[in-house]
């Protein structure tokens, strides 16, 4: 039997820490996938979505290198030219662990810099260790450099670029590792029972929603690849997108 507090508390951690977003969540949703669209092309909405097997290679083992030629598959597939940005995994947390909402906490593993001769991304260490958040944050990384390093948009104009950055991850065909690595329990400092940890700036329920846009928008029913997603994004993405199609 399932646990019925457990299932009410995943609800509200699904949508926790919440980002404001100008307009509300499903018309922001939209009109930002819309304007992605017409920044970077159909084309690139309608490239194949990316599944875990097919970009994470047999036999990764989570050492620098293999997290390095991860990362250049995820350049490639976002049309990030090799060397155009500067890699490192050396971004150090500041050891504070910010309470975001309802208990969750929201780290830090990812940065992105402008530089004087090149922009530098900069990703924790541990992320080697788990190529789905590894995926997840680097293309977000790469995401400010398309937008804000590509001058298509500016902290000024856009004080939403922090979301939009990782919608863009959807429109590029990575949203289900965005999804995936949204939300996950670790064990908590203390050894007390565990701690809900959100990495992003969009959560789950806002990204289930986007996930079935970004599906309708490529005339998709019933998509296949839904099935990789984490169970409760799935459900609310197919409420979403069966919405949709009304």
Known sequence: ???????LRRRAELKAPRERLPGGRRRWIRSSMDWLVSEFGREV?????????ELIQAGYDGGVAAAEELCARVAERMDLPA????????LVADGVRRPAYRGVVKEQSGRWIRGAERNEIQ????????PVALVAIFAHEAGHELLLGGGRISFLHRPDHEPLTDLL???YGLGIFTANAAYERRPRPNGRGK???????LREQALSEALAYYARLRGERHPTWDRHLDPPVRRVMRNH??????
């Open 195 to 201: 701690q809900p940890v959100a990495r992003g700036y």
């Open 123 to 130: 990703l924790a260490p541990g992320l080697a260790a788990d």
């Open 45 to 53: 909405l309608l490239r194949p979505i990316v599944v875990p097997s």
């Open 241 to 246: 997108l069966a919405v949709l199609h009304k």
């Open 1 to 7: 039997m399932r646990n019925p507090m457990g299932v």
């Open 169 to 171: 991850t959807v429109f």
């Open 83 to 90: 060397g155009q940005c500067a890699l490192s995994f050396g």
